[in-house]
């Protein structure tokens, strides 16, 4: 009977579908888990695949790959060295499940399956739609019976529970859990619930990285008996975390302080899980860097220095290429700063932060289109239509100078205006890195960067935007009727996330034709934001994935 182990969870940064590198992320942090000393790696859920997955589970051909690499590295395991949990999808007749592998002895000498699917996203994307597999029993690693709770398991005390009382030792959490603030947080109070219950301890590995419009944040732990922390990864970076237990003279097992390393928070966590999501969305589409088109206010100066922190200033083309002022998208995110101001500070944002300047001239372009619909226009007020218009040209220009350069346009629209359908024209933009933080965040994260430099950055330190451009967004007048944007984003807050009624909003101080009009202006930017990049998702609720209206409806009265 063994009375010692060690166990290394493997925090690592996957990407979806591409099962060679993934596979070799794994073996990488194995050869390092056996150099110190481990007896199991322990790998996230959908370590080898990547997650989420989306409709990618239901290609027979990806799931014959993954299987025919599952048995590959199985291979590895033939060496005498550490065994390993592996997280991937897995065929079992009709049924294709989220799975934990056990791979030891050169064979897959395991294979466990997630038991609750419906449990929220404090284990696993809800994107991926598993089937349930049964009530698991334990698995024998080296003598020692672990329990496994894969993604959602975690969440509920069941699964737990039936370990438990099956004969389990030590319970193992493989987990795929996306950010949001306060949910690292969750996740060690579920696990500490778990542990409770069962009187085990336990140890919980989860994915980081960026994915589509998922940020994993990792931050892996251990639990002894109790509850007591004993370790714990960092939140938002790959890690190797390496846990020694010991059996004690009642059969428990418990285990001494190791690395613990304390999670980040509030406005810090947001900022470096946006710089995440960016960086991986650029490295993992393969493309040399980014192209920001810069106006001067804040939104853009915000996304340049995102930019600049996950991918280095090296990577980051900045682009003036302003409208007239007054124009739709003249100043994105300020709503009025004046043209020479605007073109001052991205001057100054650029030299703040290190990256290249290209400066392109519209205004032959914007005369050559108004003379082309001149005769259309006639006799009509197409002001609106024209600086749409414009709009339109500045965007397509920028995405022909990213398309050339085999560069991701990043959009510089922030929540509050794409749901209002107040922002410049996306067309051609690949990530919108704002597109889930609200405009009075955007202003909160601002201020906190040029205070502080994050972990990981690649960027400079210091002040990387000037303040005034803050000063100025303090004094930007919102358009005619909305109210001001602490007051806008609380109504948007209150009316698309929290659900509230029209009386509900008018007792938080918000007028009722200021909920219809905004309310109009949601509904009418449906077909823009079907149309609009993807983002990172960072918030707990988000109108992409819970609100959808329809483009062509009628219902358009509240009261």
């Given at each position: 009977?063994?009375?010692?182990?060690?166990?290394a969870?493997?925090q690592?940064?996957p990407?979806?579908?591409?099962?060679?590198?993934?596979a070799?992320?794994?073996?990488?942090?194995?050869?390092?888990?056996?150099a110190?000393?481990?007896?199991?790696?322990?790998?996230p859920?959908?370590?080898?695949?990547?997650?989420?997955?989306?409709?990618?589970?239901?290609?027979?051909?990806?799931?014959?790959?993954?299987?025919?690499?599952?048995?590959?590295?199985?291979?590895?395991?033939?060496?005498?060295?550490?065994?390993?949990?592996?997280?991937?999808?897995w065929?079992?007749?009709?049924?294709?499940?989220?799975?934990?592998?056990?791979?030891?002895g050169?064979k897959?000498?395991?294979?466990r399956?997630?038991?609750v699917?419906?449990?929220?996203?404090?284990?696993?994307?809800?994107?991926?739609?598993?089937?349930?597999?049964?009530?698991?029993?334990?698995?024998?690693?080296?003598?020692?019976?672990?329990?496994?709770?894969?993604?959602?398991?975690?969440?509920?005390?069941?699964?737990?529970?039936?370990?438990?009382?099956s004969?389990?030792?030590?319970?193992?959490?493989?987990?795929?859990?996306?950010?949001?603030?306060?949910?690292?947080?969750?996740?060690?109070?579920?696990?500490?619930?778990?542990?409770?219950?069962?009187?085990?301890?336990?140890?919980?590995?989860?994915?980081?990285?960026?994915?589509d419009?998922?940020?994993?944040?990792g931050?892996?732990?251990?639990?002894?008996?109790?509850?007591?922390?004993?370790?714990?990864?960092?939140?938002f970076?790959?890690?190797?975390?390496?846990?020694?237990?010991?059996?004690?003279?009642?059969?428990?097992?418990?285990?001494?302080?190791?690395?613990?390393?304390?999670?980040?928070?509030?406005?810090?966590?947001?900022?470096?899980?946006?710089?995440?999501?960016?960086?991986?969305?650029?490295?993992?589409?393969?493309?040399?860097g980014?192209?920001?088109?810069?106006?001067?206010?804040?939104?853009?100066?915000?996304?340049a220095?995102?930019?600049?922190?996950?991918?280095?200033?090296?990577?980051?083309?900045?682009?003036?290429?302003?409208?007239?002022?007054?124009?739709?998208?003249?100043?994105?995110?300020?709503?009025?700063?004046s043209?020479?101001?605007?073109?001052?500070?991205?001057?100054?944002?650029?030299?703040?932060?290190?990256?290249?300047?290209?400066?392109?001239?519209?205004?032959p372009?914007l005369?050559?289109a108004?003379?082309?619909?001149?005769?259309?226009?006639?006799?009509?007020?197409?002001?609106?239509?024209?600086?749409?218009l414009?709009?339109?040209l500045?965007?397509?220009?920028?995405?022909?100078?990213?398309?050339?350069?085999?560069?991701?346009?990043?959009s510089?629209?922030?929540?509050t205006?794409r749901?209002?359908?107040?922002?410049a024209?996306?067309?051609?933009?690949?990530?919108?890195?704002?597109?889930?933080?609200?405009?009075?965040?955007?202003?909160?994260?601002?201020?906190?960067?040029?205070?502080n430099?994050?972990?990981?950055?690649?960027?400079?330190?210091g002040?990387?935007?000037?303040?005034?451009?803050?000063?100025?967004?303090?004094?930007?007048?919102?358009?005619?009727?909305?109210?001001?944007?602490?007051?806008?984003?609380?109504?948007?807050?209150?009316l698309?996330?929290?659900?509230?009624?029209?009386?509900?909003?008018?007792g938080?101080?918000?007028?009722?034709?200021?909920?219809?009009m905004v309310?109009?202006l949601?509904?009418?930017?449906?077909?823009?934001?079907?149309?609009?990049p993807?983002?990172?998702?960072?918030?707990?609720?988000?109108?992409?994935?819970?609100?959808?209206?329809?483009i062509?409806?009628?219902?358009?009265?509240?009261?």
């Amino acid at each position: 009977m063994t009375d010692r182990l060690s166990i290394a969870l493997a925090q690592i940064n996957p990407t979806v579908g591409d099962l060679t590198a993934n596979a070799g992320l794994i073996r990488a942090a194995r050869a390092e888990a056996a150099a110190r000393g481990a007896d199991l790696v322990i790998c996230p859920a959908g370590s080898l695949s990547g997650a989420p997955l989306l409709d990618l589970a239901a290609l027979p051909a990806f799931l014959d790959a993954v299987e025919e690499t599952v048995r590959a590295l199985a291979d590895v395991t033939a060496d005498g060295g550490p065994a390993l949990l592996v997280g991937a999808p897995w065929r079992e007749g009709k049924g294709r499940h989220n799975a934990a592998l056990l791979l030891d002895g050169g064979k897959i000498a395991a294979v466990r399956f997630q038991a609750v699917t419906d449990a929220g996203e404090i284990g696993a994307p809800e994107e991926d739609r598993f089937d349930s597999g049964p009530m698991p029993g334990p698995v024998n690693v080296r003598g020692v019976r672990i329990g496994l709770l894969i993604g959602g398991d975690l969440a509920t005390g069941d699964v737990a529970e039936t370990l438990a009382e099956s004969g389990a030792e030590l319970l193992v959490a493989m987990l795929a859990g996306p950010f949001a603030p306060g949910r690292a947080d969750e996740r060690v109070q579920a696990a500490v619930a778990r542990v409770v219950e069962c009187g085990l301890p336990l140890v919980a590995v989860n994915l980081v990285g960026g994915q589509d419009e998922r940020v994993f944040d990792g931050g892996s732990f251990a639990l002894a008996p109790g509850g007591r922390l004993v370790a714990q990864a960092p939140l938002f970076a790959q890690h190797l975390l390496l846990t020694r237990w010991e059996r004690g003279p009642d059969d428990s097992w418990d285990s001494s302080e190791a690395e613990t390393i304390a999670p980040a928070e509030g406005t810090e966590a947001l900022y470096t899980a946006l710089m995440l999501g960016l960086h991986d969305a650029v490295t993992k589409s393969g493309a040399p860097g980014v192209v920001v088109g810069l106006t001067g206010g804040l939104d853009s100066a915000l996304v340049a220095a995102l930019a600049a922190d996950a991918l280095g200033p090296e990577r980051v083309l900045a682009v003036r290429a302003p409208l007239p002022a007054g124009e739709a998208g003249a100043s994105a995110g300020s709503f009025t700063d004046s043209l020479a101001d605007s073109l001052a500070d991205a001057a100054e944002i650029v030299e703040l932060l290190g990256c290249r300047l290209d400066n392109v001239a519209l205004t032959p372009v914007l005369k050559a289109a108004d003379s082309l619909l001149a005769p259309a226009f006639a006799g009509r007020d197409s002001a609106a239509a024209a600086d749409r218009l414009h709009a339109r040209l500045r965007a397509a220009t920028l995405a022909a100078l990213a398309e050339r350069m085999g560069a991701v346009l990043l959009s510089t629209a922030d929540r509050t205006d794409r749901l209002l359908g107040l922002a410049a024209e996306e067309t051609g933009c690949g990530y919108a890195v704002l597109s889930d933080v609200p405009k009075t965040a955007v202003l909160e994260l601002t201020r906190w960067r040029n205070a502080n430099q994050p972990a990981g950055s690649r960027g400079p330190a210091g002040r990387v935007v000037p303040e005034r451009v803050l000063a100025r967004r303090l004094k930007a007048e919102t358009p005619a009727g909305l109210p001001p944007v602490d007051a806008l984003d609380d109504l948007l807050a209150g009316l698309l996330d929290g659900g509230l009624s029209p009386a509900d909003l008018a007792g938080r101080g918000h007028a009722a034709e200021t909920v219809e009009m905004v309310w109009r202006l949601v509904v009418q930017a449906e077909a823009g934001r079907r149309r609009a990049p993807p983002g990172p998702r960072i918030s707990r609720r988000t109108v992409a994935r819970l609100r959808r209206f329809p483009i062509a409806g009628g219902f358009n009265d509240l009261m």
